[in-house]
């Protein structure tokens, strides 16, 4: 499976749109890219996932380049309860395990 | 939707005691899930792959005889820590994979227990 870079940490203002940056420049034609989240002390809770085109769920947004080397999460009105650590995760759809990187350490400022 | 319940949601035991997790999915059958382990400040480690009626997948370090998966129904998949030590005081954490359409495809993603942490005195 593609490594993927995240930055370490980030803040956001309560209310405004998070944006979450991912980097997997060396993603396969197959491979998927998921998005997680884990509250401090909780399981990981599942956001997003796409391949090419854009998504957009409940929850969130995801945009993928042209080129599908990166991605990008957006929270469009950020709340405190969205202060989380995000997990970008790049897995081919026949792929097995989900490995986890060190993700982003969003916090949500009031 | 999907739900993943995981027991005991924490667990203080002596030292050589053996324990056990429980992870069960509860509306919807996993023929895989995955067992994770979370030390503080850091990120989830894969432990091992459990499959429904066959031998569990280890990652390479975990010890297979210090942690005991069984993987007996479509259900429920549990995770035995044997003669546990401080060391192994640890946060684990299960997960169950399902299918999840979206945007015209399918894709397999996890759903996860709240996690179970376990202390060793």
């Known amino acids: 499976d593609a490594k993927t870079t995240q930055p370490t940490s980030m803040d956001c203002a309560e209310g405004r749109a998070a944006n979450l940056p991912c980097n997997h420049s060396?993603?396969?034609?197959?491979?998927?890219v998921y998005w997680y989240r884990q509250i401090h002390s909780q399981g990981p809770q599942y956001i997003i996932h796409?391949?090419?085109n854009n998504e957009t769920n409940e929850m969130a947004s995801l945009i993928i380049t042209e080129d599908r080397k990166s991605s990008t999460l957006i929270l469009p009105h950020a709340t405190l309860r969205d202060t989380a650590v995000y997990y970008c995760?790049?897995?081919?759809?026949?792929?097995?395990?989900?490995?986890f990187g060190t993700g982003t350490s969003l916090t949500v400022i009031p | 939707g999907a739900v993943v319940s995981q027991h005991p949601s924490w667990v203080i035991c002596k030292s050589g005691t053996s324990v056990k997790i429980e992870c069960r999915s509860l509306?919807?059958?996993?023929?895989?899930m995955f067992w994770y382990r979370q030390f503080p400040k850091q990120s989830l480690m894969l432990m091992a792959t459990?499959?429904?009626?066959?031998?569990?997948?280890?990652e390479q370090g975990v010890e297979k005889d210090k942690f005991l998966i069984n993987h007996a129904s479509l259900t429920l998949s549990t995770l035995t820590v044997t003669s546990a030590h401080p060391e192994d005081s640890s946060f684990y954490i299960c997960?169950?994979?399902?299918?999840?359409?979206?945007?015209?495809?399918?894709?397999?993603?996890?759903?996860f227990g709240a996690g179970s942490r376990l202390t060793v005195l």
């Open positions: 995760i790049v897995r081919a759809s026949t792929g097995n395990q989900f490995y």
């Open positions: 796409g391949l090419k």
């Open positions: 060396t993603i396969s034609g197959n491979e998927y």
């Open positions: 509306d919807f059958q996993a023929t895989t």
């Open positions: 997960s169950a994979r399902r299918l999840a359409g979206g945007g015209g495809f399918g894709a397999n993603v996890l759903t």
């Open positions: 459990s499959n429904e009626g066959s031998k569990a997948t280890y």
